[in-house]
C-alpha cells in the first residue's frame, strides 16, 4: 500500500558530505515512523536513523553514525531526509527508507578513502 522511493546516492569522497531522500504515497504515509537501514555486502542490515511520524522532533540514531547523520521529514511527513556528514569508507553500503513494514528499492552510497 505505502511505496518509498530511495534518491541521492552516489559516489563519493572520505570526509564529504551526502543527502538522501525518500519520498513516500499512500494512504496515511505521513503518519508512520520513517528510518533509514544500510546493508553493506554480505552483512547484515544495520540500523541508521528513525524519526517519529507524528512527532517529527523526536528522532534516534545507531552508534555508529550518531553526531555526523540527520535525519528530518517535510511537514507533510512524505519526504524523509538523511543528511550524512564526515562520511567514512565504513559508510559505504546499501541504503533503503522503510516507514512501517514497507521498504524502498534502496539507493547506492559508496564512499572511497
Given amino acids: 500500500q505505502v511505496q518509498l522511493v530511495e534518491s541521492g ?4 569522497q572520505a570526509g564529504s558530505s551526502l543527502t538522501l531522500t525518500c519520498t513516500a ?31 517529527r522532533n523526536v528522532t534516534e540514531y545507531g552508534d555508529s553514525v550518531k553526531g555526523r547523520f540527520t535525519i528530518s521529514r517535510d511537514n507533510t511527513g512524505m519526504t524523509a531526509y538523511l543528511q550524512m556528514n564526515s562520511l567514512k569508507p565504513d559508510d559505504t553500503a546499501v541504503y533503503y527508507c522503510s516507514g512501517h513494514t514497507y521498504w524502498g528499492q534502496g539507493t547506492q552510497v559508496t564512499v572511497s578513502s
Fill in 9 to 12: 546516492g552516489g559516489s563519493v
Fill in 25 to 55: 504515497s499512500g494512504r496515511t504515509a505521513g503518519s508512520y515512523t520513517m528510518a533509514w537501514y544500510r546493508q553493506a555486502p554480505g552483512k547484515e542490515r544495520e540500523f541508521v536513523a528513525a524519526v517519529q511520524g507524528r512527532r
